[in-house]
């Protein structure tokens, strides 16, 4: 799960980001529009954390998501701003925003708004059989194998949710690194297969099939 983070206070972004990634999201940091602009043509985000005070200028959050949404881009937004009148946040909404969050707040309440609002539109019960007797409780991102809980790191939960949100679709590596991990990662070392090894050392060895020099895919119920 990728998600672009704009905020130009670094006291805010630093620690909001790594919590982000410690909770398995991949997290690509902005701190002006300008940047932000840039990374929505780069990469495929699932989810978008805007702030609307920038260095552009008082309303450049409001005015990228105006950009945004103009270009037929439809992630998610979600705005997080310490202005919280009610004008403010119906004006985000109206633009297209799909939530509003203000400061000050609590890291796991941005979590919670996110993953609300990627539940949106999803026909899931709150505990979906993936695989035989596997099963991902998509309220609070947990897997079970049977009624047992499989602890899985950030990475491997993130792996392992792209790959199975569309069964028998293969995910090129270039794929998985562009939704898994953020700009930083070296696509060219081995990570994503140390990381599909530990997924099926953790979960069974037919939870994750491969198709050898292209990538990988999960398996039809």
Same mark, same amino acid.
């Given at each position: 799960?990728?998600? &672009?983070?704009?905020?130009?206070d670094?006291?805010?972004?630093? !620690?909001?980001?790594?919590?982000?990634?410690?909770?398995?999201?991949?997290?690509?940091?902005?701190?002006?529009?300008?940047?932000? =602009?840039?990374?929505?043509?780069?990469?495929?985000?699932?989810?978008?954390?805007?702030?609307?005070?920038? !260095?552009?200028?008082?309303?450049?959050?409001?005015?990228?998501?105006?950009?945004?949404?103009?270009?037929d881009?439809? +992630?998610?937004?979600?705005?997080?701003?310490?202005?919280?009148?009610l004008?403010?946040?119906?004006?985000?909404? =109206?633009?297209?925003?799909?939530?509003? &969050?203000?400061?000050?707040?609590?890291?796991?309440?941005?979590?919670?708004?996110?993953?609300?609002?990627?539940r949106?539109?999803?026909?899931?019960?709150?505990?979906?059989?993936?695989?035989?007797?596997?099963? +991902?409780?998509?309220?609070?991102?947990?897997?079970?194998?049977?009624? =047992?809980?499989?602890?899985?790191?950030?990475?491997?939960?993130?792996?392992?949710?792209?790959?199975?949100?569309?069964?028998?679709?293969?995910?090129?590596?270039?794929?998985?690194?562009?939704?898994?991990?953020?700009?930083? +990662?070296?696509?060219?070392?081995?990570?994503?297969?140390?990381?599909?090894?530990?997924?099926?050392?953790? &979960?069974?060895?037919?939870?994750?099939?491969?198709v050898?020099?292209?990538?990988?895919? +999960?398996?039809? !119920?």
């Amino acid at each position: 799960m990728r998600v &672009l983070l704009l905020e130009d206070d670094e006291r805010i972004r630093s !620690p909001l980001a790594r919590y982000l990634r410690e909770e398995g999201y991949a997290v690509d940091e902005a701190a002006d529009a300008t940047t932000a =602009q840039t990374l929505v043509g780069l990469y495929p985000f699932d989810v978008m954390i805007a702030d609307i005070r920038l !260095p552009e200028g008082p309303d450049a959050g409001f005015e990228l998501v105006k950009r945004i949404r103009a270009d037929d881009f439809s +992630f998610p937004i979600l705005f997080l701003s310490a202005r919280d009148s009610l004008q403010d946040k119906l004006h985000g909404l =109206q633009l297209g925003g799909d939530d509003y &969050l203000v400061k000050p707040f609590h890291l796991q309440e941005v979590t919670a708004r996110i993953r609300a609002i990627l539940r949106r539109g999803k026909t899931l019960t709150p505990q979906e059989t993936l695989h035989e007797d596997l099963k +991902f409780d998509w309220a609070n991102r947990r897997f079970f194998k049977g009624t =047992q809980e499989v602890h899985l790191t950030g990475k491997e939960m993130g792996l392992l949710e792209l790959l199975s949100s569309n069964p028998g679709r293969l995910y090129t590596r270039e794929e998985i690194v562009d939704r898994v991990w953020d700009s930083s +990662f070296d696509a060219e070392t081995n990570v994503i297969d140390v990381y599909v090894r530990n997924l099926r050392r953790k &979960l069974g060895d037919g939870v994750i099939e491969t198709v050898r020099g292209v990538g990988y895919r +999960f398996p039809t !119920p």
